[in-house]
T-cell receptor, first 109, second 114 residues
Framework: KNEVEQSPQNLTAQEGEFITINCSYS?????LHWLQQHPGGGIVSLFM???GKKKHGRLIATINIQEKHSSLHITASHPRDSAVYIC???????????FGAGTRLTVKP | NAGVTQTPKFQVLKTGQSMTLQCAQD?????MYWYRQDPGMGLRLIYY???????DKGEVPNGYNVSRLNKREFSLRLESAAPSQTSVYFC?????????????FGPGTRLTVL
């Protein structure tokens, strides 16, 4: 079983819809990261969280450390949000990251 | 700043051939990483270099070697390529030591081994 599980694997939405992507993990962590992989392949960091909630534009990330769960929300989704969203965790006392398999989001106009 | 650069972008090899994937960063980062990405799986760490002069195995090191040539450059070598090494390879760097844990990724190298 992977240490980091994401759901759903694939998600198709209509423009304007509210999107939620979930991440569950099984190890104790010092931080969780959300990354975006563009259709061209490039990967960029969106958020790093160790507690609570962060917001950047239309993107909101939350984490519940006790439940070992994080969500990434996109409000008023747009076709340019189409990408693979990757959850990654940094275990305690370890500089390595553990990555989820990603959620492929397609937003249709 | 170019960030993290990788060459080549695409490569096709025959089984048994060797090649080196190059990675360079211009952010003065201490730590550098090589990952592979396969369909349906998360990025998996092949090797990393916590600082110049050090390298360590990651989750899937078999069939690969690395060289941290200097602070900027971290190369990945396949000595005898196998079809199981068909993948997309990403190099990443981060400030390391006591700095930020955010990793910066290169554009990737798509490798096919026939």
């Amino acid at each position: 079983k992977n240490e980091v599980e994401q759901s759903p694997q694939n998600l198709t939405a209509q423009e304007g819809e509210f999107i939620t992507i979930n991440c569950s993990y099984s190890v104790g962590i010092s931080a969780l990261h959300w990354l975006q992989q563009h259709p061209g392949g490039g990967i960029v960091s969106l958020f790093m969280l160790s507690s609570g909630k962060k917001k950047h534009g239309r993107l909101i990330a939350t984490i519940n450390i006790q439940e070992k769960h994080s969500s990434l929300h996109i409000t008023a989704s747009h076709p340019r949000d189409s990408a693979v969203y990757i959850c990654a965790v940094r275990p305690y006392n370890n500089n390595d990251m553990r990555f989820g398999a990603g959620t492929r989001l397609t937003v249709k106009p | 700043n170019a960030g993290v650069t990788q060459t080549p972008k695409f490569q096709v090899l025959k089984t048994g051939q060797s090649m080196t994937l190059q990675c360079a960063q211009d952010m003065n980062h201490n730590s550098m990483y090589w990952y592979r990405q396969d369909p349906g799986m998360g990025l998996r760490l092949i090797y990393y270099s916590a600082s110049e002069g050090t390298t360590d195995k990651g989750e899937v090191p078999n069939g690969y070697n690395v060289s941290r040539l200097n602070k900027r450059e971290f190369s990945l070598r396949l000595e005898s390529a196998a079809p199981s090494q068909t993948s997309v390879y990403f190099c990443a760097s981060r400030e390391g030591l006591a700095g930020s844990y955010e990793q910066f990724f290169g554009p990737g190298t798509r490798l096919t081994v026939l």
